[in-house]
Nanobody, 115 residues
Framework: VQLVESGGGLVQTGGSLRLSCAAS????????MTWYRQAPGKERELVGK????????NYADSVKGRFTISRDNAKNAVYLQMNNLKPDDTAVYYC?????????WGQGTQVTVSS
């Protein structure tokens, strides 16, 4: 299993970024995918999740209405569209999958929101 995040960067408050996660090593369409983030000095927290069937999504309250998760099963990719970014969104963002009861993570991509 390999997960590779990309798309992070530096953005001003109110700006947007789209993160991507390229997945390989498993049958992508069969699995729910989750985005997490970890800010400096804080624990890793769940951002949101998209299901394998139906592409249903749910989000942490802190990002609801601003972030959107989508997936493209043909490309084995999951995306995190982030709008109206705030300084509190500054973190390393990770995609994750639980495969054969093991939680796999990518290397993460840094998002920094300047005030």
């Amino acid at each position: 299993v390999q997960l590779v995040e990309s798309g992070g960067g530096l953005v001003q408050t109110g700006g947007s970024l789209r993160l991507s996660c390229a997945a390989s090593g498993f049958t992508f369409s069969y699995y729910d995918m989750t985005w997490y983030r970890q800010a400096p000095g804080k624990e890793r927290e769940l951002v949101g999740k998209i299901t394998s069937v139906g592409g249903r999504t749910n989000y942490a309250d802190s990002v609801k209405g601003r972030f959107t998760i989508s997936r493209d099963n043909a490309k084995n990719a999951v995306y995190l569209q982030m709008n109206n970014l705030k300084p509190d969104d500054t973190a390393v963002y990770y995609c994750s999958v639980v495969w054969r009861n093991i939680n796999y993570w990518g290397q993460g991509t840094q998002v920094t929101v300047s005030s």
